[in-house]
């Protein structure tokens, strides 16, 4: 007997990726009363992953940034539970894992980007202990906070790769938010912290960057510019830094390690016709304004799979979704696409405890500040309470629901 042929189904709209990107612009094709979407994700929950950073600082719990997958599915939607596994712009078609094959009319690409902790030697094998952590991932956000708060000296380390990543303050965050910790307890200067930076500077946006040095060495920071991690020895507790502007190595001994993991897209989108041949990541090619392919007039893309010139964060998202949104419409509709994403952006930067930064800025790193008559260059107590308490609210009560 032959095996059964894979089924076949149509939908007007298909987001691949149950995340920040699809579930919010599911919500809002939903509000504008597209009534055919299907949502590809194979996940039973959704991270809100923005509070992972206060959770490896020992300010929040893991479990205040999960909710269960079938709750934010908006109404109405079909929830296709599989791993998207490959796509056929010319065929319209997207193929899950299991087979099944999924035609559409429209087509969004959401499915974020991929963590690569294997592209540096040595590190997955020794993830959650031996010292080594990383807040990007769920589990391993807890596991960063037990080694902070028992380290009363020796030395930190804090590794951010080359390439985009999602947010990209969040290497430096960790940082700030242990060094404090550290103070705190009265053992900082017992504690040689050590930031290990991919670029020559501080922070992509200029006028924010003057104001992370000046914290940095308020902290008795140590920063390396333009190095990354290439190499981690678990059981030794070492660490090689290449230094790029040098071209040397060097081998530190470390207590705590917190590492961002270098990033990519899906493996499965790299090889796919949509991947940008421009982008070494293999990141999805859009019109960088319209977020529509320029090759496919019924593809988008938004978040952290979109090749796009700004920082992969939340905020972005929360601005390309209303474009998506209104662009797809038009083109359901037979009209040209004039929604504009400008490259807003935002990120907010924990910098002690109880205080934060807020940097937004769009494509040409022009300062676009949201909230006026607040100075939110200058580290702030609310602030921090926006980033700890009203963020995620507005994230779970509105944004995912279509509302901003």
Not at 20 to 30: F, M, N, P, Q
Not at 302 to 322: C, E, F, H, M, Y
Request: glycine share 8%; proline share 8%; aromatic share 8%.
């Amino acid at each position: 007997m032959s095996a059964p042929k894979p089924s076949s189904r149509h939908h007007e709209v298909i987001i691949v990726g149950g995340g920040t990107a699809g579930i919010t612009v599911a919500a809002r094709l939903r509000r504008a009363g597209v009534d055919d979407i299907a949502v590809v994700e194979p996940s039973a929950n959704h991270y809100y992953q923005p509070l992972w950073t206060l959770v490896g600082g020992g300010r929040a719990t893991a479990s205040a940034s999960m909710r269960p997958e079938a709750k934010v599915i908006p109404g109405g939607v079909t929830w296709v539970r599989e791993a998207a596994a490959e796509v056929d712009p010319d065929a319209q078609t997207v193929t899950t894992a299991s087979g099944e094959v999924l035609h559409y009319g429209h087509l969004v690409m959401a499915p974020g980007n991929q963590l690569d902790f294997d592209k540096v030697a040595g590190l997955t094998e020794t993830l959650g202990r031996n010292g080594v952590s990383s807040n990007y991932r769920y589990d391993l956000a807890p596991r960063t906070w037990d080694f902070i708060r028992d380290l009363s000296g020796g030395t930190a380390l804090f590794t951010m790769p080359a390439g985009p990543v999602k947010c990209a303050g969040a290497p430096q965050k960790i940082a700030y938010l242990a060094a404090d910790w550290w103070r705190t307890r009265h053992v900082l200067d017992d504690i040689r912290i050590i930031l290990v930076l991919p670029t020559a500077a501080m922070f992509s946006q200029p006028d924010w960057a003057k104001v992370l040095v000046g914290i940095a060495a308020d902290y008795g920071i140590e920063v390396r510019r333009e190095s990354q991690l290439v190499e981690v020895d678990g059981d030794a507790k070492r660490a090689v830094i290449s230094d790029a502007a040098t071209g040397t190595k060097d081998t530190i001994d470390y207590d705590v390690l917190h590492a961002t993991p270098p990033q990519s897209a899906p493996d499965w989108v790299k090889g796919s016709p949509l991947a940008d041949p421009a982008s070494p990541f293999g990141y999805v090619q859009v019109d960088q304004y319209t977020l529509q392919s320029p090759n496919w007039p019924n593809v988008f893309a938004l978040g952290d799979v979109a090749n796009l010139p700004t920082s992969k964060t939340g905020a972005a998202i929360r601005k390309q979704a209303p474009v998506v949104v209104a662009n797809l419409l038009a083109a359901m509709r037979g009209r040209t696409p004039e929604g504009r994403y400008d490259g807003y952006t935002s990120c907010p930067l924990v910098t002690a405890r109880n205080r934060m930064l807020l940097a937004e800025f769009d494509y040409d790193l022009k300062p676009a500040p949201s909230i006026p008559f607040i100075d939110t260059m200058k580290p702030r107590y609310d602030m921090w309470l926006l980033k700890r308490y009203g963020l995620p609210a507005m994230y779970w009560h509105l944004m995912l629901h279509g509302r901003m």
